[in-house]
Antibody
Framework: QVQLVESGGGLVKPGGSLRLSCAASGFTFSDFHMSWIRQAPGMGLEWISYISGSATSIYYADSVKGRFTISRDNAKNSLSLQMNSLRAEDTAVYYC????????WGQGALVTVSS | DIVMTQTPLTLSVSPGQPASMSCKSSQSLLRSDGETFLYWYLQKPGQSPQLLIYEISRRLSRVPDRFSGSGSGTDFTLQISRVEAEDVGTYYCMQGLQLPLTFGGGTKLEIK
């Protein structure tokens, strides 16, 4: 059974940093590209980052480029998102998702940026 | 970036009645090999989104056959032949033709 479990969310002050993790199981992790998708409170879905299975291709939305870094550890079946210089508008639930078309999603991790 | 536009914002439907929602893209989602990268998701209240339909009309095996997708190029439709209470939530379309992946703003389905 495919499972994605995010962790690392929490409350952080503007300008601060946070690292999200996504533990994958139930499939061959290295065979799939992965994405982070976020949803601000009461709002729609925003794709923010993509990483290929071998980590040779990485893309970011303009809204997070230069501040967020996606990475993966295929030996540990783990996906990460390092978030720096956080802003109030980064407040959202962050989902990790498998492949395009995001055939599997985690339960989400809430990140709140507030002073 | 490809802009995805969904209408209506809200749909209120009685149980057993049909429902239809639209998704339009700012450019064609047809790739040169003939594939069209348009997907539909349902986010039930308090849950993560779940993929319902991929490549316009291909339904996942767990998705009831009352759900159907259609369209081509830039205009797409998700139809529910007979709405049930468990279908409530927000439906999103997404294009997977190019990065950045982009979602429509969503259509919220309510039961009358």
């Amino acid at each position: 059974q495919v499972q994605l479990v995010e962790s690392g969310g929490g409350l952080v002050k503007p300008g601060g940093s946070l690292r999200l993790s996504c533990a994958a199981s139930g499939f061959t992790f290295s065979d799939f590209h992965m994405s982070w998708i976020r949803q601000a409170p009461g709002m729609g879905l925003e794709w923010i980052s993509y990483i290929s299975g071998s980590a040779t291709s990485i893309y970011y939305a303009d809204s997070v480029k230069g501040r967020f870094t996606i990475s993966r550890d295929n030996a540990k079946n783990s996906l990460s998102l390092q978030m720096n210089s956080l802003r109030a508008e980064d407040t959202a639930v962050y989902y990790c998702a498998r492949d395009i078309p995001a055939s599997a999603w985690g339960q989400g991790a809430l990140v709140t940026v507030s002073s | 970036d490809i802009v995805m536009t969904q209408t209506p914002l809200t749909l209120s439907v009685s149980p057993g009645q049909p429902a239809s929602m639209s998704c339009k893209s700012s450019q064609s989602l047809l790739r040169s090999d003939g594939e069209t990268f348009l997907y539909w998701y349902l986010q039930k209240p308090g849950q993560s989104p779940q993929l319902l339909i991929y490549e316009i009309s291909r339904r996942l095996s767990r998705v009831p056959d009352r759900f159907s997708g259609s369209g081509s190029g830039t205009d797409f439709t998700l139809q529910i032949s007979r709405v049930e209470a468990e279908d409530v939530g927000t439906y999103y379309c997404m294009q997977g033709l190019q990065l950045p992946l982009t979602f429509g703003g969503g259509t919220k389905l309510e039961i009358k």
